[in-house]
């Protein structure tokens, strides 16, 4: 980041604090604003990638399972997202943790179906789900970051492009057919559940074209998870007739789950936090949003229109 970019930040009261990521879509950084005195993290983007209406609709979600956007900025051709800070992400700490309790294993598990959930609910698919993109706050709480990206992004091929995504992606995706992408993230996250149970991929090849043959086929290795109820579970994510597929809601019902209840601490935990990030979005939220962001209930899209913004 230049002097230039950082001068115009500081402008709006944001100091520019160290590197987080870069992909293939943009650069994230962590951010001190000085006016609200919190920590956010910020993400660079090409202006060119993004759509604006989209942007501001996903502005005006408010959920504990989702990563916030509070705002954005325009400057020299890019794009600068101020989002909620969380310090950790799933994928890292399924390798920095070797053991894993059952009970805790339950919890991760059950919270990452359950912030799939909150954007489902939400009527948007988010079709690039994958340990990375599941952030973990400050408090423990698994959510759910970029998502609805393919239907920010102008480019079409954003998906199938990305490097590393098809190891997630569904056989109906990998035939290049029309088809539902809330079905699809069933799938990436059924692969993104056994990555998290065995730190393996049920589908794996060094050879793209042997690793897409593996998929279409759909057959895994179910010795790999040790418990029957998780195998069904991710049995229940892994079929390639993605009508045959289970919903988010269906999986929360599964035997794995029979008496789970969300943690009353936790969500007390986060509470000032929250009261702080919802200040800070009634203050900075500039704009009204007539448009809802939703994806077709009726019919399957192709991937060159994933998701439909209705007015």
């Known amino acids: 980041m230049n002097e230039k970019e950082i001068n115009f930040l500081l402008q709006k009261n944001i100091v520019v604090e160290q590197p987080l990521a870069k992909g293939a879509y943009g650069e994230v950084y962590s951010v001190y604003h000085n006016r609200y005195q919190m920590k956010f993290a910020m993400k660079k983007i090409p202006e060119k990638c993004f759509r604006e209406a989209e942007l501001e609709c996903m502005k005006t979600t408010d959920d504990q399972r989702s990563v916030n ?10 794009v600068y997202l101020i989002m909620e800070f969380c310090p950790n992400d799933l994928f890292k ?14 919890r991760i598990l059950y919270d990452t179906i359950m ?9 948007i698919a988010h079709c690039d789900i994958k340990p990375q993109n599941f952030l973990i706050d400050s408090y423990g709480r698994i959510k759910l970051s970029d998502f609805g990206l393919s239907a920010i992004l102008e480019d079409s091929n954003a998906i199938s492009d990305h490097k590393g995504t098809i190891l997630f992606m569904a056989p109906e995706q990998l ?9 699809s993230d069933i799938w990436a ?25 593996k998929i279409l086929d759909g057959s895994w290795n179910t010795s790999l998870i040790p418990n029957s109820h998780l195998t069904k579970l991710v049995s229940r994510c892994l079929v390639v007739d993605p009508e045959q597929r289970a919903t988010v809601s269906e999986l929360l019902k599964s035997s794995y789950f029979p008496s789970l209840k ?11 936090m929250l009261q702080k990030r919802k200040q800070f979005s009634s203050i900075i939220k500039p704009f009204s949003c007539r448009r809802q962001l939703i994806c077709s209930r009726i019919s ?10 209705a007015h």
């Open 115 to 123: 912030s799939v959930k909150a954007c489902h609910d939400k009527r």
């Open 69 to 78: 956007v509070y705002q954005y900025f325009r400057f020299e051709g890019s």
């Open 175 to 183: 035939m290049q057919k029309h088809y539902n992408p809330f079905a």
């Open 262 to 272: 969300l943690n009353s601490n936790n969500n007390k935990n986060g509470n000032q």
């Open 93 to 106: 700490m399924i390798h920095e943790r070797k053991d894993i309790s059952h009970r805790e294993l339950e």
């Open 189 to 213: 996250l059924g692969v993104t559940l056994f990555y998290i149970i065995t730190k393996s991929f049920p589908f794996f090849d060094t050879s793209e074209p042997m690793l897409m043959r």
């Open 300 to 309: 399957p899209v192709s991937s060159s229109s994933l998701c439909l913004l």
